[in-house]
């Protein structure tokens, strides 16, 4: 009988697509969505083509990094591998080599259902704080604190008891390294003597190895860190803002990103403590959508 403890393990171990430090998130967004789909109430299995392929898709544009093409088909058939995963009407479809998908018009084709196990199933309703837990548990594993948020309202995902860890030395290390102003726009806020909406931000996320560390790290204000760790923004190998084509809105946005385009960021006033191109390249390739 499958614990609490063995399912957060399994979840904790899951084999993910490993090439450097590249990110594969995957696997993690699509039990995210499913996740919160339990919580709504969803029952156990899902149909790949009707309630999987284009929501994960969406979020893998979102969340993901930018790829010429995604592949929902992945993680919901690979997912069976981690061994609390299970597929229904997959012997319809073409046998292929270990745990390699059968092409997405089959999987949608024959009707193919994918959720977790009866057995952990069962336990999650049994237990709706452990759906809690390991959606917490996915989030802090695999997504820096700003995209946590975006992603858990993105997906109408109800967290509760949320305490989040952090590194004070960290924070205080960047900010004062950058003269307490977001190195993008300047801001500045204090009340009285604390800082207020500027945050210490990691380059290199933690998740993918990214250490805690000033040449890793950038202060940012609330808005351009978030739009940082979404992409939206990055920085070329001169430390000039790139904005993502993507980019649109009023005139405030007009202000706030492209008004800065092309722009130099504010370092440091020691060269020491200026951000490590190793990192920057890992953002720019991993995290910026062009």
Not at 2 to 17: D, E, G, H, P, Y
Not at 32 to 37: D, E, S
Not at 198 to 212: D, F, S, T
Not at 234 to 244: E, H, N, Q, Y
Request: hydrophobic share 35%.
């Amino acid at each position: 009988m499958i614990t609490s403890k063995a399912l957060q393990t399994a979840i904790s171990n899951l084999t993910v697509w490993r090439k450097g430090d590249q990110r594969a998130p995957h696997k993690p967004l699509l039990l995210l969505y499913v996740l919160a789909q339990y919580q709504k109430g969803h029952e156990r299995m899902f149909n790949y083509g009707e309630e999987i392929h284009q929501p994960l898709l969406e979020l893998l544009h979102s969340f993901g990094p930018q790829r010429r093409e995604h592949y929902p088909t992945m993680p919901f058939w690979r997912l069976r591998s981690d061994g609390f995963w299970e597929l229904q009407n997959a012997e319809f479809c073409s046998p292929q080599k270990g745990n390699k998908e059968p092409p997405k018009r089959e999987i949608i084709e024959h009707g193919v259902l994918g959720g977790f196990d009866e057995e952990s199933y069962q336990l999650l309703r049994s237990k709706p704080t452990l759906l809690n837990k390991l959606a917490q548990q996915i989030l802090s594993e695999h997504f820096p604190d700003s995209i946590q948020e975006l992603l858990a309202n993105r997906l109408d995902l109800q967290l509760s008891g949320t305490r989040k860890v952090r590194d004070p030395a960290f924070r205080q290390t960047i900010l004062r390294a950058y003269n307490y102003q977001c190195a993008v726009c300047g801001y500045n806020l204090r009340h009285d003597s604390t800082p207020v909406g500027l945050e210490a931000a990691h380059i290199k996320w933690k998740q993918y190895g990214g250490p805690c560390t000033v040449t890793n790290g950038l202060a940012l204000c609330s808005l351009h860190h978030s739009a940082f760790d979404m992409g939206v923004i990055g920085f070329d190998d001169s430390m000039k803002l790139l904005v993502s084509e993507g980019v649109n809105g009023s005139q405030m946005v007009e202000r706030l990103f492209w008004d800065f385009a092309g722009r130099g960021i504010l370092l440091p006033k020691s060269a020491e403590h200026y951000p490590l191109e190793q990192f920057v390249e890992w953002h720019r390739g991993q995290v910026f959508k062009a």
